[in-house]
């Protein structure tokens, strides 16, 4: 039978279908997937401009963590942005206007074939350290509006290159569809007063279905109606509105350590996105309303003519089925 779900924060529908997989192996096709995955196993590559010593492959580093040749984790600017820090703003006509940003590179490693199931947990605090410093960078500019954290693992999940990187992009204008989401979390605050995003751990807390994983300051959960089977989010269990004043980047890059740990035992080496949608300013009742959180998106597998045509996912395992199955191959 199958049912239609809203997620309880964007009200965004989902459609579940009857199919019921019985093993993660049986939800994605791995032949398909690694025909478009094909990476080097190697440490290092002379093509490629994030390995250690072709640094003049990049432009001038924004950040570096560790000294100029043995470095740890680094940012450059994005060789080929899509946004640029323009001197003046314009209106071309109403339907076009000149925007202003930064678009930034984190490389995650010297090494090439490091990847988030590979790489250690210090290594991710270094990484996270670096992001957290680039984002207060961004949100300086005080034309910027919207702050967009992503990284793209494997070609079908968007990866141009193999080496392990995240982006970091800031506009001056916020998308719709984070707009939208975040006038859904003021008029639910102005109904009950609480946030939304607050309102939604505390129940997942107390029903502990479809929590995966939590430390004192995360929660790690497959939420109630996920467009995208194993889909993945990441919680501040306090309220915080602001990721740049976030204290407990530790416990994060510890998080999402352990939780790639976990996905990996489940369902392998899988393409994903994961990503922040970030508000910087625009709205008047934000900051009780609201608050950030990422996730990690696998992409196991395409969306068809339906969904495309009327934007409601179609999702052929329930949450709680996923949960299961992470769980008992962590063996929890």
């Known amino acids: 039978m199958s049912q239609i779900r809203l997620n309880p924060i964007s009200k965004r529908p989902v459609i579940y279908t009857s199919i019921r997989e019985s093993k993660p192996s049986d939800l994605w096709d791995r032949q398909i997937m690694n025909i478009f995955s094909k990476f080097d196993d190697v440490e290092y590559s002379y093509e490629c401009p994030f390995c250690k010593g072709n640094e003049h492959m990049t432009p001038q580093a924004s950040f570096v963590d560790g000294d100029l040749v043995d470095w740890k984790v680094r940012a450059v600017p994005n060789l ?3 946004i640029k820090n323009e001197l003046e703003i314009k209106n071309l006509n109403k339907y076009c ?4 940003g930064m678009h930034d590179v984190i490389v995650e ?3 090439h074939n490091k990847n988030y199931f590979n790489i250690d947990k210090e290594q991710f605090e270094l990484i996270y350290e670096l992001i957290h410093k680039r984002f207060k960078e961004h949100i300086k500019n005080p034309d910027v509006s919207y702050v967009s954290l992503f990284k793209n693992y494997k070609m079908l999940a968007g990866a141009s290159m193999q080496h392990s990187h995240s982006q970091i992009i800031s506009l001056d204008a916020c998308p719709v569809k984070l707009t939208q989401e975040i006038e859904q979390a003021i008029k639910e605050y ?3 007063g609480k946030c939304i995003v607050c309102k939604m751990i505390e129940y997942e807390l107390s029903q502990n279905t479809r929590v995966i994983y939590q430390n004192e300051d995360f929660v790690v959960l497959e939420p109630y109606a996920p467009g995208y089977k194993f889909e993945t989010w990441i919680m501040p269990k306090k309220h915080q509105p602001y990721f740049e004043k976030e204290e407990n980047i530790k416990s994060l890059s510890e998080v999402i350590y352990t939780t790639f740990k976990m996905l990996y035992k489940a369902i392998g080496d899988f393409p994903f996105n ?11 009742g934000y900051e009780a309303a609201y608050h950030y ?7 196991l597998s395409g969306g068809a003519g339906f969904e495309m045509a009327s934007g409601i996912r179609v999702n052929s395992i329930i949450p709680e089925d996923a949960a299961q199955m ?4 962590n063996s929890i």
Do not use: C, H, Q
């Open 80 to 82: 080929y942005p899509i």
């Open 97 to 100: 206007y000149v925007s202003t």
């Open 109 to 111: 490693s010297p090494i």
């Open 190 to 192: 102005k109904e009950d």
């Open 274 to 284: 994961m990503y922040l949608n970030y508000l910087v300013k625009g709205y008047s």
């Open 293 to 299: 959180y990422f996730k990690i998106v696998p992409k």
């Open 326 to 329: 992470i769980k008992r191959a």
